[in-house]
């Protein structure tokens, strides 16, 4: 299906009512979180969230993350929450945090890639949360581009990717964290990590103690996800990637068209022809609201290939270095 895609925006007072109705109404609707935009569909409507399936071109074997406004929605999504998630949710909710927690059969098997868990969060974001106010249901909402992507961190990003693919983005501004939430299980007799993202595992530890990490393996590319970004390749520009180790010298390669994306004061040597530093020092959440977004840059600039710096291995830096190696992989390329 093709739509003349508008961008409604979010400072206009009938741009939240458009967008909940058309939620509502079983359409698909971009909407900014606070760490890249989402692709939003009532989460208990099969039908709809078949649409973002299609739209995205995604695989039903990866999960979708349900967005609500607040915790008394929980009992929409989930069976029950055991006390350690209930912590980590009085900490860090709203926030970039899910937990993957037993599903209520409300929840299409389709969400959940036939897995008995669901990744749920309150997202921390006033337009979002609005928007989920308004709409008074569940929202499944993935990352707004098409799979397997760079993901987008402003509507005009949600534009270049998906344009006519779905009726209405909901634009507000750029997202302030810029990397996927970070991802924990709590389907087991312990809470495992499943993606590192935009809470720190450190700041979650302080809170519950030892989480546990899922081996790189977890799931095969081809098989059910337990969480979303966990395949091989994942986050990917079109340009090969190649990773350098955090202070080792990026050395542009002769007669290549190459890009570099550093920050701080990392070495670098030759002729790059773009580079996107992002950050002069090494604050890390600057770096991660800017790494999409540098890396859709030189992905546009006609490269043979980027050059990236490993990023410190704490805090949002696990992150940032996930989606390094993901976007590097080239084992899944057809």
Not at 23 to 45: M, N
Not at 183 to 190: A, E, L, N, P, R
Not at 256 to 262: A, D, F, I, V
Not at 296 to 316: M, Q, T, Y
């Amino acid at each position: 299906m093709s739509f003349n895609t508008k961008i409604l925006d979010a400072n206009s007072p009938s741009s939240i009512s458009v967008a909940a109705s058309a939620l509502r109404e079983g359409q698909l609707v971009a909407f900014p979180t606070e760490t890249v935009y989402g692709l939003g569909a009532i989460a208990t409507s099969a039908e709809a969230v078949a649409g973002i399936f299609e739209a995205k071109q995604r695989p039903t074997f990866d999960p979708l993350i349900v967005h609500i406004a607040e915790r008394g929605q929980l009992g929409d999504v989930v069976t029950h929450i055991p006390p350690l998630a209930m912590a980590l949710a009085d900490a860090f909710w709203p926030g970039p945090l899910t937990l993957v927690l037993p599903k209520q059969s409300t929840i299409p098997d389709l969400v959940t890639a036939g897995l008995p868990g669901v990744g749920v969060r309150i997202p921390a974001h006033p337009i979002a949360l609005e928007l989920l106010k308004s709409v008074g249901l569940p929202v499944a909402a993935p990352s707004a581009n098409p799979f397997g992507g760079i993901s987008p961190t402003t509507a005009q990003h949600v534009m270049d990717g998906l344009n006519s693919r779905l009726p209405y983005i909901l634009d507000g501004g750029p997202c302030q964290v810029g990397v996927e939430s970070t991802v924990v299980s709590f389907m087991g007799d312990h809470p495992i990590l499943l993606r590192p993202g935009g809470c720190a595992v450190e700041e979650l530890e302080a809170i519950i103690g030892p989480i546990e990490r899922a081996a790189p393996n977890a799931a095969l590319d081809d098989a059910a996800q337990p969480a979303p970004g966990m395949l091989s390749r994942h986050y990917a520009p079109s340009t090969p990637l190649i990773v350098m180790a955090r202070n080792s010298e990026a050395v542009s390669i002769y007669g290549q068209k190459c890009g570099l994306l550093t920050y701080g004061k990392q070495p670098f040597s030759g002729s790059f022809v773009r580079i996107e530093r992002l950050e002069t020092s090494e604050d890390l959440q600057t770096c991660a609201s800017r790494f999409f977004a540098a890396l859709r840059s030189l992905d546009s600039c006609g490269l043979d290939v980027i050059i990236a710096h490993e990023f410190p291995d704490h805090g949002l830096g696990i992150a940032l270095n996930d989606r390094l190696q993901r976007a590097a992989c080239r084992s899944c390329d057809g």
